[in-house]
């Protein structure tokens, strides 16, 4: 007995000493995600959490460049027909083969999910119909040509079939699947079920609220992680998830708030990371309306002249809110899309700082006192929001154009955007797709609920020209052409200021000196790709 | 009877006016669909999902449902989680209530003991520090202190976890922390924030009861019996001075439970409070109503059980209602 009790206490000691010499990692969140269903929410919380146990057909780098995944090649058969090869060998977490079912039944799913938040529909609408001739092979139509198939593709994760109950052969229709019984339900993600994937990581326990808890995979198909198990802990206040890090309670934070970096920076037991987002901030201005509630001292709308709109820009010192605001975590804008994107234009520079000039067209305008605006923002949505629209009036102000700043939350402020109570607004944009015609089509395209124009338009700014360039690169399947397009798009708005780009938002992550992380462009934070520095 | 039938009517009024002002209060704030939804989406998407959320009914048919829902005990399905709202709060409860039990205990244990000597030696050095030690307890801000224990326990010194909720052990089904080493450590700087003011609190009450029951004629006669002056103070006084103390503190349990958010923020514990901050941001409006649905009904509830004992006790409150 007491032999007996002595062996297990060594074994008990023994499998401590083995779990403190395996490769843990914790992780500090911002944002938690509302599900580990991957078709549930589409929000870059959940999206990040997804691709550690699953993985999608194309996938998109560091740059939000499309590279091969679950599809080791695809191509356009001819305008409207694309094939996807699929990667053989590959596995599921519960040993079943990854074949072209899983694809069918996964995009099957994700009209079927039910109260999503905000759905993945929008990029498996265009999908006309979908075949596969064998088990790695894939063909889907569409039916009109569209270039961004492989980029929609991408943001799909793959689930395993054997999740649901099929009861025939299972065929993709536009208006609804048939061969499935039922699919499996989010809560089925949640408790852990469902989480069958391909990705790099397997799942091990999700605690709403505290934590995600994840274990490698060691038959991954890809670079397999350098961690044993990860554990996710969200903790949205900034200075509390910084204090984690410095206690060494988490090895990695993510969004580090920009006036702890030099702090940071300084610190030698932790390493800074930072790169360019794909999100631009942008002020709006409003050109469509003949008045608007939100200026004084105008009979008509000052703001549907391109030479105010373009001395407004003048007016504004870019790189002094880079530099003294955002603490060179900013880099000034002259477009809407990221440099290294798919589209930016590098001919477009941005509008250098000259107030005289702008003064000088306010005049020619008709404006030489210049006019009152108003100037929304949320003040708890983007990095240091407030602040730098709270810069910009100064800096309107200084040129005669007398502006005031109305800064609420952002559930207040969005609303009010969408009721157009303002004439002038501070927002961001992060370009999901990576690619240039994500700004242009929500951003500044004429408003047009059948082609999905101009949703995020709130000031009415209008350019057939570009509309019809946009139009173009839309059923341009010929990436250098599209792009060309595209770039040519972006210099038609730049043209008459249809929107004034501020800056390119840098997101910064912090972790453990002895870790290295590579800068993403989406800014998510993935597992994977946390490695020991060398 | 008719006592009680009275009670409970004004009960269920207040429950039905806060219902009014919550539903129509939350439903001003703004459309959550805009903070739900990914920008990408077009409106097309935008409105398939007002109509799936149930949003672009007006107000009074959402508010009719939402009544006819809470009638079946189902308060909404959270629109971020998709889960029934209630049950997302049971959820996260056991950990926000295992927080305010560690606090309000860790109050009596600080407090009692120096509002007693605060009471004993009014005019000593001892009892005027200790009060004016209390003072900060009332008047430093939570989040705070909060941000300094992290940074002097946490950080510098590393002796204690900063945030999270530790290891911890189920039993019955519901997840605790105070069961293991790892989670007592993660559960005392926040139990500690959350004790600072309430310990402020107890020690003013028991130093009041102290000089208010040491002038008494019993514990004259006590003394003057000749006991020790230990037994004078552990039997006689504390048992009488304890009574405020315990009437404030139970109603104060309440407020602990339902307004730990600052705290749980601060230190990234999972309980309610953190669920309601966070669904204040999303406006995840079922969740927001649901929470503040339990907390009337929990105050609601507590003063009428108030108000019972206060009849038991007291048969003047029953024949004056009567009148």
Redesign the interface.
């Known amino acids: 007995m007491r032999n007996l009790l002595i062996g297990t206490t060594a074994l008990m000691m023994g499998l401590a000493a083995g779990a403190a010499h395996a490769a843990d990692l914790k992780v500090g969140l911002s944002a ?1 995600p ?2 580990l269903d991957p078709h ?4 870059v919380p959940n999206n990040a959490m997804a691709k550690h146990a699953f993985n999608t057909l194309v996938e998109q780098d560091a740059n939000q460049r499309l590279g091969a995944g679950l599809a080791t090649s695809w191509k356009a058969l001819d305008d409207t027909t694309w094939e996807f090869k699929l990667r053989p060998g590959v596995k599921f977490h519960d040993g079943t083969p990854f074949t072209a079912k899983d694809v069918v039944f996964s995009i099957c799913r994700v009209p079927k999910v ?6 993945f ?2 990029y498996m609408k265009s999908i006309e119909s979908m075949e596969t001739p064998d088990d790695m092979t894939v063909v889907m139509k569409t039916a009109t040509p569209y270039p961004l198939l492989p980029t929609d593709i991408s943001t799909i994760q793959i689930v395993a079939a054997n999740t649901g109950t099929l009861n025939g052969p299972l065929v993709f229709k536009k208006d609804g699947c048939t061969g499935v019984e039922s699919y499996p339900s ?2 089925d993600f949640n408790s852990g079920k469902a989480m069958n994937g391909t990705g790099p990581f397997k799942f091990k326990e999700f ?5 995600t808890v994840m274990v490698k995979n060691p038959d991954y198909w890809g670079e397999k992680a350098a961690w044993d198990t990860v554990t996710f ?5 900034d ?3 910084v ?2 890090l ?4 988490v090895d990695f934070i993510e969004n580090p708030p920009s006036q702890d970096l030099p702090r940071l920076k300084g610190d030698k037991k932790v390493h800074v990371v930072d790169g360019l987002s794909n999100r631009v901030i942008y002020v709006a201005i409003n050109s469509g309306s003949a008045v608007h509630p939100g200026l004084k001292g105008v009979d008509k709308n000052p703001l549907a002249d391109p030479k105010v709109r373009k001395a407004l820009s003048l007016a504004i010192d870019r790189k002094a809110i880079a530099a003294k605001i955002m603490n060179g975590q900013a880099e000034p804008a002259g477009q809407t899309i990221s440099p290294g994107l798919f589209g930016h234009n590098p001919d477009l520079k941005p509008d250098a700082f000259d107030a005289k000039e702008a003064q000088k067209l306010l005049a020619e305008a008709g404006y030489p006192k210049g006019f009152e605006v108003t100037l929304g923002t949320p003040n ?1 949505r983007y990095m240091n929001d407030e602040k730098v629209a709270q810069a910009i009036a100064q800096f309107w102000t200084r040129v005669g154009v007398k502006t005031n700043v109305d800064a609420t939350t ?3 402020f ?3 955007r ?1 009721k157009q109570e303002f004439a002038a607004f501070l927002a961001g ?2 370009a ?2 990576g690619e240039a015609s ?1 700004p242009l089509k ?1 951003l500044v395209a004429c408003r047009n ?1 059948e082609k ?1 124009y101009g ?2 338009n709130y000031t009415d700014y209008c350019n057939a020209a570009m509309d019809a360039t946009l139009d173009q690169a839309l059923a341009t399947i010929d990436d250098a052409k599209r792009e060309k397009l595209l770039q040519t798009a972006m210099a038609q708005v730049a043209a008459d200021t249809g929107i004034i780009p501020i800056h390119f938002e840098k997101t910064p992550w912090a972790m453990k000196a002895n870790l290295t992380y590579v800068p993403r462009v989406d800014q998510q934070t993935m597992a994977q790709y946390i490695r020991p520095a060398k | 009877m008719g006592y009680v039938i009275n009670r409970l009517m004004q009960g269920l009024m207040v429950i039905a006016v806060m219902a009014v002002l919550v539903f129509v209060g939350v439903y001003a704030i703004g459309n959550p669909v805009d903070m739900l939804i990914s920008p990408e989406a077009d409106q097309a998407e935008i409105e398939a999902t007002i109509i799936r959320m149930g949003l672009d009914k007006p107000l009074w048919e959402q508010f009719l449902g939402f009544v006819g829902g809470a009638l079946r005990g189902d308060l909404g399905t959270s629109f971020m989680y998709n889960e029934p709202a209630v049950r997302l709060i049971l959820a996260r409860f056991p950990a926000t209530l295992e927080l305010a039990l560690a606090a309000i205990l860790m109050a009596v244990a600080v407090g009692i003991p120096l509002g007693v000597i605060a009471g004993l030696r009014p005019n000593g050095v001892v009892g005027r520090s200790i009060m004016t030690v209390s003072i900060l307890g009332f008047s430093l801000p939570t989040f705070w202190v909060g941000m300094m224990f992290i940074m002097v326990f946490a950080v510098s010194l590393g002796w204690l976890p900063s945030t999270g909720r530790g290891e911890t052990v189920e039993v019955l089904g519901v997840r605790w922390s105070f069961l293991t080493a790892n989670g007592l450590s993660h559960l005392f700087l926040p139990a500690l924030n959350l004790a600072l003011f309430k310990t402020s609190l107890v020690i003013r009450l028991a130093r009041a009861g102290t000089r208010e029951v040491i002038t008494q004629d019993y514990i004259k006669f006590a003394r003057a019996k000749g006991l020790s002056e230990t037994r004078v103070i552990l039997v006689h006084m504390l048992k009488n001075m304890m009574i405020p103390v315990v009437t404030v503190l139970g109603l104060e349990f309440g407020s602990v439970v339902a307004f730990a958010v600052v705290t749980e923020t601060v230190f990234a514990w999972p309980g309610i409070g953190k669920l309601l901050i966070s669904s204040i941001v999303h406006l995840d409006r079922p969740v927001i109503v649901a929470y503040l649905m339990l907390t009337v009904l929990l105050f609601v509830t507590i003063n009428f059980v108030v108000d019972l004992i206060y009849a038991i006790l007291d048969p003047r409150v029953r024949r004056k209602e009567a009148a």
């Not at chain 1, 802990?233 to 206040?237: E, K």
């Not at chain 1, 410095?246 to 309670?249: E, S």
Request: aromatic share 6%.
């Open positions: 938690e509302s599900a549930y929410h589409n929000l039910p109260n999503s938040p905000s759905a529909t929008i989010t809560e605690v709403k609220g505290d934590r802990r969200p903790i949205a206040a200075g509390p998830r204090a984690a410095l206690a060494g309670d708890d952002a559930s207040v969005f609303s009010r969408g944009w992060g999901g797709t994500s929500s609920k999905g949703t995020t």
